[in-house]
């Protein structure tokens, strides 16, 4: 009993990360009012098993957009920086329009997101690049409140670059009570409920704020680094 009051109010973790191993990020743009993404989230949970399944360095996450909230639902887990993050690829890929569902891998392959051939394309380019840069370590805890406190060291060739850190939710499902998909049941996993970045220093300091804050055995911290031109060169997960 007393290990599990310890737990309660104060968790903390550490861990290191292999310098140099090959990562995918794949950022997926979606909706729950949107009747063309559920194949798309569908497609991400199959890929987040199957890297799991096969030792793959896969990380997944799901952007809910709200530019679909004023047609009928309002996605719970939608959230204007999401949409923002859409909008800064769209302007940097040259893009006509945001559109859903859309899925972006390491920050350079761009396509429709129930799209697996060129899904598949995208992870075998990524899975095969050298990253280069890297977190050395992650140190979180929680203090009073639901506050998450994390620290982070860096290494490798990050000036310049972003950093980028998702506080996510493993795994939601939704009754969608109108909208295009009114009546279904809808399954969204690693969503993103906040998302923070940063310039990228050696070292630093990131707090996590979200009200509600995801169930603690439901949440995961997602951190990658991203060149100015858009690559994702390197990143990390844990779930706590």
């Not at 949970?45 to 890297?51: K, P, V």
């Not at 697996?116 to 840069?133: Q, V």
């Not at 991203?226 to 706590?240: C, M, N, V």
Request: with cysteine.
């Amino acid at each position: 009993m007393k290990n599990l009051i310890i737990i309660a109010f104060c968790l903390y973790f550490s861990f290191g990360v292999k310098a140099q191993q090959p990562i995918a990020i794949i950022e997926l743009f979606t909706s729950q009012g949107c009747s063309s993404c559920p194949s798309a989230d569908r497609l991400l949970a199959q890929t987040i098993s199957d890297s799991k399944k096969n030792g793959q360095n896969i990380i997944a996450l799901s952007f809910h957009v709200d530019y679909w909230n004023r047609l009928g639902w309002a996605d719970p887990f939608s959230e204007e920086q999401c949409s923002q993050r859409q909008a800064n690829y769209v302007e940097k890929m040259h893009l006509r329009s945001a559109y859903t569902p859309q899925m972006v891998v390491n920050g350079q392959y761009e396509f429709v997101g129930s799209n697996k051939s060129d899904l598949k394309a995208a992870l075998e380019k990524a899975l095969a690049t050298k990253p280069i840069a890297s977190f050395k370590s992650l140190k979180a805890s929680f203090g009073n409140g639901d506050k998450l406190q994390m620290e982070y060291e860096l290494e490798g060739d990050y000036a310049g670059c972003e950093l980028h850190f998702a506080l996510v939710s493993l795994h939601e499902k939704t009754s969608v009570k109108r909208g295009e998909n009114g009546g279904k049941e809808l399954e969204n996993e690693n969503v993103v409920r906040q998302f923070i970045t940063r310039r990228a220093n050696a070292s630093g300091e990131i707090i996590f704020d979200k009200i509600p804050m995801p169930t603690r055995d439901n949440l995961a911290i997602v951190a990658y680094v991203q060149h100015p031109d858009g690559r994702i060169i390197g990143g990390t997960w844990t779930k706590l």
